[in-house]
């Protein structure tokens, strides 16, 4: 496509629930970035994949986050047993290498849980 | 841990008039970069500047980044309407990750 996209646009889920969002990038980046966004704050790094590796979670808030990007395309931020702190937009962005100086963004999850 | 801090956090001015952002750190980073965010959207690449003492213009904002490569700013000439949103930089350290600030929530008003 011509740009990041990200599904489901928003995402409403009861705490304790399971949760998939999704990122395709433009086609041809190997690197993808997954940023949490609150209110009122700039986006937090969570993960980074250079092609279908995990080149470092550091972000990742505990083990309940998880992502994958198997073919080293589309990728999947995973949340298992949700917590109301995890309410956030998820961004998710790519690059054509694993160049910060080329990064472009996704619309974002808006990620509600009650 | 480098930090950057952004300020002011909000902005709220009349059409046709200067502003200007800051964006601060102790950290110097390899390059800065200033992004626009508008409501559900991502966030949108403006400019990167990369040299101490780089000044760059488009159109009615410019952008200037500090010679110890500590802090940047980001002054928007006769402001517009069209101008509101959320103005983010981002530095760019020892790495790939950017370490961002909070954002600057500007609203101009008509």
């Known amino acids: 496509g011509a740009g990041v996209s990200q599904t489901p646009s928003n995402k409403v889920t009861e705490k304790g629930k399971y949760v998939e969002l999704r990122c395709d990038p433009i086609?041809?980046?190997?690197?993808l970035y997954w940023y949490r966004q609150s209110l009122g704050q700039g986006p937090e790094f969570l993960i980074y994949f250079q092609g279908t590796g995990a080149a470092d979670d550091s972000g990742l808030p505990n083990d309940r986050f998880f992502a994958v990007r198997p073919e080293g395309s589309v990728s999947t931020l995973k949340i298992q047993r949700t917590e109301r702190g995890d309410s956030a937009v998820y961004l998710c962005?790519?690059?054509?290498?694993?160049?910060?100086?080329?990064?472009?963004f996704g619309p974002g999850t808006r990620l509600t849980v009650l | 841990t480098q930090l950057l801090e952004q300020s002011p956090q909000f902005l709220s001015i009349q059409e046709g008039e200067n502003l200007t952002v800051y964006c601060n750190s102790s950290?110097?980073?390899?390059?800065l970069q200033w992004y626009r965010q508008e409501p559900g959207e991502g966030p949108v690449l403006l400019v990167t500047?990369?040299?101490g003492g780089e000044v760059k213009k488009l159109k009615r904002l410019t952008f200037q980044f500090g010679d110890a490569r500590k802090d940047s700013s980001l002054h928007i000439t006769a402001a517009q309407p069209g101008d509101t949103g959320l103005y983010l930089c981002?530095?760019?350290?020892?790495?790939?990750?950017?370490?961002w600030g909070a954002g600057t929530k500007l609203i101009i008003k008509p």
């Open positions: 500047v990369v040299t």
């Open positions: 981002a530095g760019a350290g020892s790495n790939y990750q950017l370490i």
């Open positions: 962005a790519s690059s054509l290498a694993g160049d910060y100086n080329e990064q472009f």
């Open positions: 950290s110097v980073f390899s390059s």
């Open positions: 086609s041809g980046h190997t690197a």
